[in-house]
């Protein structure tokens, strides 16, 4: 017979697959979320990607929980955007789906373990955001994180930035010539920065160091 914890994984893992046949990741599209992500896990996701671990998936799915409730049950009255396509010229495109609009400003919801430590929103998230407000034409945006143990919350207002905007299509035009050329994705620092300890392809990345 199952046990709870078994129901549980099987539930996190019906929702990833079904997660992964919306959110193909194709060589010429890439997506607002992944702005100022590290290069090598943007390559690697298309190229050569391998599957998130549970305990990265039981995450996402608290993540998605929240993300439900608030929608649902707090920001109440806003539009639920579709996909935004954003066509940079350069012979790809990026993906922007904005989490809510309320009044021509874009809200972007994050769940965190705790707001405490945050006092200024992140970088990678200030430039999805910007990406949002590109694809919509807006000028304003909304972090929201919240924290999912005790649904604490801290907002910052964002304002569009076109050299924010200009920044981010670089640096997906670099992956992008990777792909398109087919060259192997070489470039591997030396050592491992903070996100490395948490991010999926570390023993591709890192073969010979055996602990994090
Ligand atoms: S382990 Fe580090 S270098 Fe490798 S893909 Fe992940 S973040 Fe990038």
């Not at 992964?20 to 997506?31: I, R």
């Not at 919240?146 to 640096?171: A, C, G, T």
């Not at 591997?188 to 920065?193: D, G, L, R, S, T």
């Amino acid at each position: 017979m199952k046990t709870f914890s078994d129901k549980i994984d099987e539930y996190v893992k019906n929702k990833a697959i079904e997660s992964d046949k919306h959110h193909v990741k194709k060589n010429d599209q890439f997506n607002s979320s992944e702005a100022g992500y590290c290069p090598r896990k943007i390559y690697l996701d298309r190229v050569d990607p391998i599957k998130e671990p549970e305990a990265t998936l039981r995450i996402f799915q608290m993540g998605n929980i929240i993300h439900e409730f608030i929608q649902k049950e707090v920001i109440t009255g806003g539009v639920y955007e579709k996909d935004h396509i954003i066509h940079t010229g350069l012979g790809f495109c990026i993906k922007a789906k904005p989490d809510i609009i309320i009044d021509d400003q874009v809200i972007e919801l994050k769940s965190t373990k705790s707001i405490s430590y945050i006092n200024t929103p992140n970088a990678n998230h200030v430039k999805q955001v910007n990406l949002y407000l590109k694809a919509l034409g807006l000028k304003f945006g909304k972090i929201i994180y919240i924290s999912n143990s005790d649904l604490e919350s801290k907002e910052f207002n964002i304002m569009y930035s076109e050299d924010l905007y200009n920044e981010v299509v670089s640096d997906f035009a670099y992956v992008f010539d990777c792909i398109k050329q087919n060259i192997p994705y070489l470039k591997v620092e030396p050592y491992p920065n903070p996100y490395c300890y948490t991010c999926k392809y570390y023993k591709k990345c890192y073969p010979r160091r055996t602990t994090k």
